[in-house]
């Protein structure tokens, strides 16, 4: 093979390609072509049965929205609430009338039923009845006991048969039922509304579905598996095993399925809605629908062999065009095919010899540009020194920032603070304070190697840098350490003529002690004031080389649990107080050592009842000294108990007493100025101006006081004034509805009617009558 050329061999190869695909690809596409055809037909029969379930969906929701206005209509309202008998004709014929608009729409209703049970009265197309005299008395009053609110199921016509459908119900035996329990609201439902569809007037959206297969139908199901539809009529209302649908493979919204129905084998598409459950399901052969594959193979061979022919081809003249780039490069690199072979190399070998040749110049400049990470990393590391950062994050967002080396190789830590001792008898002043601080910290980084510190933070006026060392020598790191900050303040001084103290913490080995090593840093540079200023200070020369002490206060959850108590949370103060304590104890201290941190938080919490106004008195009646009777305990039971019950539980009841106060107090406010002002466009943004409040939040304090909006209860006071104009004078009623803030004496007579169920005029000839 090697002494052919690239050419031949791409050549050859080609011939190779051409032959074994046109070999796979005619006996797989004879194999796949039953399963291919079946499948589009699967997903034609699919398209299909969403269409119809699209059809189907918009009748029944027409019905269950026009159904919705009667229940919510003011005559079935008050209907409900009447024991409705021969006399009643006009609520009657106004219920009817309600009734027969609803059946007006193109929803195939064939009738609409409505049953008030305790007052003991059907109405349907036919008539008003004694419901308990109905002949299927029991059937109907099973459903209002079904708890089903709003809900389609399927129910023998004869339920509903009278002379008016006596055709219908022998045609088709079955409806389907729209069935909502009355009244809308409340808890005691007694009464029923069925908006009737018999299953054949949808029986014309399954003729779609028809094909010339006898097998090929379309079926729906209801959500319990019991047939709606099918064009046999007869398995109307039974299981779908009854046509040999298998009901434990409709798994899922939508899929196929293959089964045996009278013998032959058909392919099921389903869907399921999602309005109601129901599956829509088309049924069709597999014979009918694979008959056309023994014809797809012939052609198949045919197109085989013709492709076999022509891929040849292209083998032969794409090989050549593929081949003429690589002819391009050899020429311009000065190689010739003839001499390659006799180094017993091919061409890809000779142009990649070259290429490496190009590229050991090192031409390649690598640069990422990351925005913002400065910015970012001084922010981490600044948390980080105040001990806001949690430990097991540190080592993660070091990575990040870059410093995994640091992470790896220093054995030895510690954390030098730098500041500027003064700037009186200096050429700067304090306006310059910032602009030097940026200087120094430039100076440190250039004076510092980069792997032997982290990046310099400036924090309340002083500069903090965490230096590192592989140094396990604490005798060595120290002489180092000493080198750095003399170097640093000789340099300062130099260049920028300024004195400036530094504080060295303790050595530590781990970066969970930088909050503790930053407070060293910081303490030491507090002894100036004793020793002077311009001086390096280690912070081990004054605390006989002992760590400074780290309490761990958990002081974010020490401010939940305040804002808790003032919130007067019982639950969730007693949750975080168990929280605090837990953070306390599990710190290794002494018992001594833990006192401290809940002397604290007794200390603060006495702070913020005095702030709130709230004496001791009211929380600790006895005489005695909390402080004495918190450090006299001694087990976490005994301490977590005192805290509730002497100093918290005490405190939550004071808050929320005074929070139910208040809010009565502000309720009462905003009634007052609605009674003030109920004639003017008031509004809840006015009321909290002139209460100096927050809208959102008189909204949420009047509503828990009231059990209504504001908006509802204005609406109220108006309505109820109106009535008392229409009672006690003779005021025109164009009059009352403009003084009540309406657009037009039509809006507010709806309004008015649709509240008392009587127009205005007819309310005040009921009053006067």
């Given at each position: 093979?090697?002494?052919?050329?690239?050419?031949?061999?791409?050549?050859?190869?080609?011939?190779?390609?051409?032959?074994?695909?046109?070999?796979?690809?005619?006996?797989f596409?004879?194999?796949?072509?039953?399963n291919?055809?079946?499948?589009?037909?699967?997903?034609?029969?699919?398209?299909?049965?969403?269409?119809?379930?699209?059809?189907?969906?918009?009748?029944?929701?027409?019905?269950?929205?026009?159904?919705?206005?009667?229940?919510?209509?003011?005559?079935l309202?008050?209907?409900?609430?009447?024991?409705?008998?021969?006399?009643?004709?006009?609520?009657?014929?106004?219920?009817?009338?309600?009734?027969?608009?609803?059946?007006?729409?193109?929803?195939?209703?064939?009738?609409?039923?409505?049953?008030?049970?305790?007052?003991?009265?059907?109405?349907?197309?036919?008539?008003l009845?004694?419901?308990?005299?109905?002949?299927?008395?029991?059937?109907?009053?099973?459903?209002?006991?079904?708890?089903q609110?709003?809900?389609?199921?399927?129910?023998?016509?004869?339920?509903?048969?009278?002379?008016?459908?006596?055709?219908?119900s022998?045609?088709?035996?079955?409806?389907?039922?729209?069935?909502?329990?009355l009244?809308?609201?409340?808890?005691?439902?007694?009464?029923?509304?069925?908006?009737?569809?018999?299953?054949?007037?949808?029986?014309?959206?399954?003729?779609?579905?028809?094909?010339?297969d006898?097998?090929?139908?379309?079926?729906?199901?209801?959500?319990?598996?019991?047939?709606?539809l099918?064009?046999?009529?007869?398995?109307?209302?039974?299981a779908?095993?009854?046509?040999?649908?298998?009901?434990?493979?409709?798994?899922?919204?939508?899929g196929?399925?293959?089964?045996?129905?009278?013998?032959?084998?058909?392919?099921?598409?389903?869907?399921?809605?999602?309005l109601?459950?129901?599956?829509?399901?088309?049924?069709?052969s597999?014979?009918?629908?694979?008959?056309?594959?023994?014809?797809?193979?012939?052609?198949?061979v045919?197109?085989?062999?013709?492709?076999?022919?022509?891929?040849?081809?292209?083998a032969?003249?794409?090989?050549?065009?593929?081949?003429?780039?690589?002819?391009?490069?050899?020429?311009?690199?000065?190689?010739?095919?003839?001499?390659i072979?006799?180094?017993?190399?091919?061409?890809?070998?000779?142009?990649g010899?070259?290429?490496?040749?190009?590229?050991?110049?090192?031409s390649?400049?690598?640069?990422?540009?990351?925005?913002?990470?400065?910015?970012v990393?001084?922010?981490?590391?600044?948390?980080?020194?105040?001990?806001?950062v949690?430990?097991?994050?540190?080592?993660?967002?070091?990575?990040q920032?870059g410093?995994?080396?640091?992470?790896?190789?220093?054995?030895?830590?510690?954390?030098?603070?730098l500041q500027?001792?003064?700037?009186?008898?200096?050429?700067?002043?304090?306006?310059?304070?910032?602009?030097?601080?940026?200087?120094?910290?430039?100076?440190?980084?250039?004076?510092?190697?980069?792997?032997s510190?982290?990046?310099?933070?400036?924090?309340?006026?002083?500069?903090?840098?965490?230096?590192g060392?592989?140094?396990?020598?604490?005798?060595?790191?120290?002489?180092?350490?000493?080198?750095?900050?003399?170097?640093?303040?000789?340099e300062?001084?130099h260049?920028?003529?300024l004195?400036?103290?530094?504080?060295?913490?303790?050595?530590?080995?781990s970066?969970?002690?930088?909050a503790?090593?930053?407070?060293e840093?910081?303490?030491?540079?507090?002894?100036?004031?004793?020793?002077?200023d311009?001086?390096?200070?280690?912070?081990?020369?004054?605390?006989?080389g002992?760590h400074?002490?780290?309490?761990?206060?958990p002081?974010?959850?020490?401010?939940?649990?305040?804002d808790?108590?003032?919130?007067?949370?019982?639950?969730?103060?007693?949750?975080?107080?168990?929280?605090?304590?837990?953070?306390?104890?599990?710190?290794?201290?002494?018992?001594?050592?833990?006192?401290?941190?809940l002397?604290?938080?007794?200390?603060?919490?006495l702070?913020?009842?005095?702030?709130?106004?709230v004496?001791?008195?009211?929380?600790?009646?006895?005489?005695?000294?909390?402080?004495?009777?918190?450090?006299?305990?001694?087990?976490?039971?005994?301490?977590?108990?005192?805290?509730?019950s002497?100093?918290?539980?005490?405190?939550?009841?004071?808050?929320?007493?005074?929070?139910?106060?208040?809010?009565?107090?502000?309720?009462?406010?905003?009634?007052?100025?609605?009674?003030?002002h109920?004639?003017?466009?008031?509004?809840?943004?006015?009321?909290?101006?002139?209460?100096?409040?927050?809208?959102?939040?008189l909204?949420?304090?009047?509503?828990?006081?009231?059990?209504?909006?504001?908006?509802?209860?204005?609406?109220?006071?108006?309505?109820?004034?109106?009535?008392?104009?229409?009672?006690?004078?003779?005021?025109?009623?164009?009059?009352?509805?403009?003084?009540l803030?309406?657009?037009?004496?039509?809006?507010?007579?709806?309004?008015?009617?649709?509240?008392?169920?009587l127009t205005?005029?007819?309310?005040r000839?009921?009053?006067r009558?």
């Open positions: 093979m090697r002494s052919l050329s690239f050419l031949s061999k791409m050549t050859l190869f080609g011939f190779l390609l051409s032959t074994l695909p046109v070999i796979f690809i005619g006996a596409s004879y194999a796949t072509s039953s291919e055809i079946q499948k589009n037909v699967n997903d034609g029969k699919l398209q299909l049965i969403m269409q119809i379930n699209s059809n189907v969906e918009q009748k029944l929701t027409t019905v269950n929205h026009t159904l919705n206005q009667v229940i919510q209509s003011t005559v309202k008050k209907a409900m609430n009447l024991k409705l008998s021969a006399t009643d004709f006009m609520t009657y014929n106004d219920l009817r009338n309600e009734i027969r608009y609803m059946q007006s729409f193109d929803t195939k209703l064939e009738d609409v039923v409505v049953i008030n049970e305790r007052h003991n009265w059907m109405i349907k197309n036919s008539g009845y004694d419901f308990d005299q109905y002949a299927y008395y029991d059937e109907l009053k099973a459903l209002l006991g079904t708890g609110g709003n809900s389609w199921v399927l129910t023998p016509s004869e339920w509903f048969y009278s002379e008016e459908n006596a055709r219908s022998v045609e088709c035996p079955y409806s389907i039922s729209l069935i909502k329990l009244p809308s609201t409340g808890l005691e439902k007694y009464g029923l509304a069925l908006a009737n569809i018999p299953t054949c007037s949808l029986q014309d959206l399954l003729e779609t579905g028809k094909t010339e006898p097998y090929a139908n379309i079926i729906i199901l209801d959500e319990n598996n019991r047939i709606l099918h064009h046999d009529s007869e398995l109307i209302g039974k779908a095993s009854a046509a040999g649908i298998p009901a434990e493979d409709l798994i899922g919204g939508s196929q399925f293959e089964t045996a129905i009278s013998g032959a084998r058909q392919s099921v598409s389903y869907y399921r809605s999602e109601n459950g129901w599956q829509y399901l088309s049924v069709t597999i014979s009918s629908m694979t008959k056309e594959s023994g014809k797809i193979g012939m052609y198949t045919y197109i085989c062999v013709l492709m076999l022919l022509l891929s040849m081809l292209l032969w003249l794409g090989s050549r065009r593929m081949y003429s780039p690589i002819q391009l490069l050899l020429t311009q690199i000065g190689e010739r095919a003839a001499d072979r006799k180094r017993h190399k091919n061409e890809f070998q000779a142009i010899d070259r290429v490496h040749t190009l590229f050991q110049s090192k390649m400049l690598e640069k990422e540009v990351q925005q913002h990470i400065h910015q990393r001084t922010f981490f590391l600044m948390r980080a020194l105040q001990g806001n949690r430990v097991s994050e540190i080592p993660d967002k070091l990575k920032f410093y995994s080396d640091h992470l790896q190789n220093w054995k030895t830590i510690s954390v030098i603070t500027i001792d003064f700037l009186e008898d200096t050429r700067y002043s304090k306006e310059d304070t910032e602009l030097l601080f940026f200087a120094i910290q430039n100076m440190l980084e250039e004076l510092i190697p980069r792997g510190r982290l990046a310099p933070v400036v924090m309340d006026g002083t500069i903090v840098t965490v230096i060392s592989a140094e396990q020598d604490l005798s060595g790191f120290h002489q180092e350490l000493n080198g750095l900050t003399e170097k640093l303040q000789s300062i001084a260049y920028l003529h004195q400036v103290s530094i504080g060295v913490s303790l050595p530590f080995s970066f969970d002690q930088l503790g090593a930053y407070r840093g910081r303490e030491a540079l507090k002894q100036r004031m004793k020793l002077g311009g001086i390096i200070i280690q912070y081990e020369k004054h605390s006989e002992k400074y002490l780290n309490l761990s206060y002081g974010y959850i020490e401010n939940e649990l305040g808790a108590i003032k919130l007067g949370e019982k639950e969730a103060s007693k949750e975080l107080l168990g929280q605090f304590l837990q953070a306390v104890f599990a710190a290794e201290l002494t018992p001594q050592e833990y006192q401290i941190p002397a604290r938080l007794l200390n603060n919490l702070v913020m009842m005095q702030e709130s106004g004496s001791l008195s009211q929380v600790h009646p006895m005489k005695g000294s909390l402080l004495e009777e918190l450090l006299s305990l001694h087990t976490y039971t005994e301490i977590e108990d005192w805290f509730w002497c100093v918290i539980h005490p405190l939550i009841k004071i808050f929320k007493d005074r929070q139910e106060a208040q809010y009565h107090n502000i309720s009462e406010k905003i009634i007052d100025l609605v009674q003030q109920y004639e003017t466009d008031l509004t809840m943004e006015e009321c909290a101006a002139k209460l100096h409040y927050n809208a959102n939040y909204s949420s304090v009047f509503r828990k006081e009231t059990n209504h909006s504001f908006s509802e209860y204005l609406s109220m006071y108006r309505f109820k004034m109106a009535k008392k104009w229409l009672a006690e004078s003779d005021m025109p009623i164009k009059d009352i509805a403009a003084r803030r309406y657009n037009n004496s039509q809006n507010f007579i709806r309004s008015f009617r649709k509240q008392e169920g205005p005029g007819q309310y000839g009921k009053k009558a």
